[in-house]
Nanobody, 116 residues
Framework: QVQLVEAGGGLVQAGGSLRLSCVASGRSSSVSDTAWFRQAPGKEREFVARISPGGSTDYAESVKGRFTISRNYVKNTVFLQMNNLKSDDTAVYYC??????????WGQGTQVTVSS
């Protein structure tokens, strides 16, 4: 099994920045893609960004140019640098790891609140 622990959420003013981290443990060698999702109150969980083992990245249109996903292979950590935050970015952010054909491992989530 793979365990994921997120950190780095908090309260920030609009236009500010936060960096989230996601540390993987357990059978982390079985993980292919790692992604960030988010869920705002009253809304469905949505994809934010993804990084492949080779470093390829994908982003939701709403965060392109503002968010950057990266990874530290040695520390089994994936980061999400979030700049120019907007109130619409307020959500619980989840890290997810793809094992096999689906994102089967999820972290507990970290709250990001952007005040306008």
């Amino acid at each position: 099994q793979v365990q994921l622990v997120e950190a780095g959420g908090g309260l920030v003013q609009a236009g500010g920045s936060l960096r989230l981290s996601c540390v993987a443990s357990g059978r982390s060698s079985s993980v292919s893609d790692t992604a960030w999702f988010r869920q705002a109150p009253g809304k469905e969980r949505e994809f934010v960004a993804r990084i492949s083992p080779g470093g390829s990245t994908d982003y939701a249109e709403s965060v392109k140019g503002r968010f950057t996903i990266s990874r530290n292979y040695v520390k089994n950590t994936v980061f999400l640098q979030m700049n120019n935050l907007k109130s619409d970015d307020t959500a619980v952010y989840y890290c997810a790891a793809r094992v096999g054909s689906s994102y089967g491992a999820w972290g507990q989530g970290t709250q990001v609140t952007v005040s306008s």
